[in-house]
């Protein structure tokens, strides 16, 4: 079940960072992030409302930066925008896996964010030079 979630949220940041960059060519770069996050938080909303997993007691647990997280969103948004207008759309989104996949590893391998700590290994090392490769074969 989580590699098909994986693969979901992949085929949709792409139709998300597509979607954006049509919306931006026409109103600003933080008016497109305005928009995108309102109807995200929106639909969040909805599918909230109708969920049978209602864990909104633990609110308190959680510590105050992480709240924060969400705003990425809106950096995301703006960022890619951008980034589809000036490179395209597949350029942009081989950078955007890339420097997802490097950020994780770093996460990981320092346990960041109260993620367990992990080594990083030759695979990952390996699997982060390949896409470093993709990225470079991709944009010429």
Not at 82 to 104: F, M, R
Not at 108 to 129: C, D, N, S, T
């Amino acid at each position: 079940m989580g590699i098909i979630l994986a693969i979901l949220a992949g085929f949709f940041i792409s139709l998300q960072n597509v979607t954006n960059a049509t919306i931006g060519a026409e109103v600003s770069t933080w008016t497109t992030a305005m928009i995108t996050q309102a109807v995200g938080a929106t639909g969040a909303f909805i599918i909230y409302l109708f969920s049978k997993k209602e864990r909104t007691l633990g609110l308190n647990k959680v510590k105050p930066l992480y709240l924060f997280g969400g705003s990425f969103g809106a950096i995301v948004v703006a960022s890619s925008v951008i980034a589809v207008t000036y490179v395209g759309a597949t350029i942009s989104n081989s950078l955007i896996l890339l420097a997802q996949l490097g950020i994780v590893i770093i996460i990981e391998a320092f346990g960041l964010f109260e993620i367990r700590k992990q080594p990083i290994v030759g695979k990952q090392w390996a699997g982060l030079l390949l896409m470093m490769l993709g990225a470079v074969f991709i944009s010429m």
